[in-house]
T-cell receptor, first 112, second 114 residues
């Protein structure tokens, strides 16, 4: 099965810094979802995007649906220690019914 | 509270043994899914079900079986044919038919081989 290319694979940043990560696909998607997973838990939905060019915020998190419909970006502003976790992107295209394709994740570590 | 409940949280399997992971949801969602997660990797789809009494193979169905006898339940059996079963298993559900369909996850079951 296809997997999305997500980068970077891991990030080590200082508290207060801004974070950017992205996902790219060889296929066009009509939905992009961003999840956060903490150790030993299931992923939690952060932001959902449904239209090319859409920019959506959830507190300090902002995500964008790329114009080409083949990529998406997640930004975290002014990071705090509880932002630590693995961030996954997921995409769906019209030809795959309810099946989502997941990225390989970006592991975020925040130092004080 | 509405949500997805997976049990047990930790499970150990002996050689040649079948084990069953439970997944129950009270969100009235039509579709349910099972994913496997290995360290440092993304989620891979094992099986999914869009309606009661029907289910489809995902990308890595070999060595696994499922049933969907009730809307709220979607148990996964890891059979002895699955030679590398150690992984974190995630159950998810979604409400179908919406253009804004979102996937919600349970808290996972860690399966290990003794």
């Amino acid at each position: 099965g296809q997997q999305l290319n997500q980068s970077p694979q891991s990030m080590f940043i200082q508290e207060g810094e801004d974070v950017s990560m992205n996902c790219t696909s060889s296929s066009i998607f009509n939905t992009w979802l961003w999840y956060k997973q903490e150790p030993g838990e299931g992923p939690v939905l952060l932001i959902a995007l449904y239209k090319a060019g859409e920019l959506t915020s959830n507190g300090r998190l902002t995500a964008q649906f790329g114009i080409t419909r083949k990529d998406s970006f997640l930004n975290i502003s002014a990071s705090i220690p509880s932002d630590v976790g693995i961030y996954f992107c997921a995409g769906r295209n019209t030809g795959t019914a309810s099946k989502l394709t997941f990225g390989t994740g970006t592991r975020l570590q925040v130092t004080l | 509270d509405g949500g997805i409940t997976q049990s047990p949280k930790y499970l150990f399997r002996k050689e040649g043994q079948n084990v069953t992971l439970s997944c129950e949801q009270n969100l009235n969602h039509d579709a349910m899914y099972w994913y496997r997660q290995d360290p440092g990797q993304g989620l891979r789809l094992i099986y999914y079900s869009q309606i009661v009494n029907d289910f489809q193979k995902g990308d890595i169905a070999e060595g696994y079986s499922v049933s969907r006898e009730k809307k709220e339940s979607f148990p996964l059996t890891v059979t002895s044919a699955q030679k590398n079963p150690t992984a974190f298993y995630l159950c998810a559900s979604s409400k179908q038919g919406s253009t804004n369909e979102k996937l919600f996850f349970g808290s996972g079951t860690q399966l290990s081989v003794l």
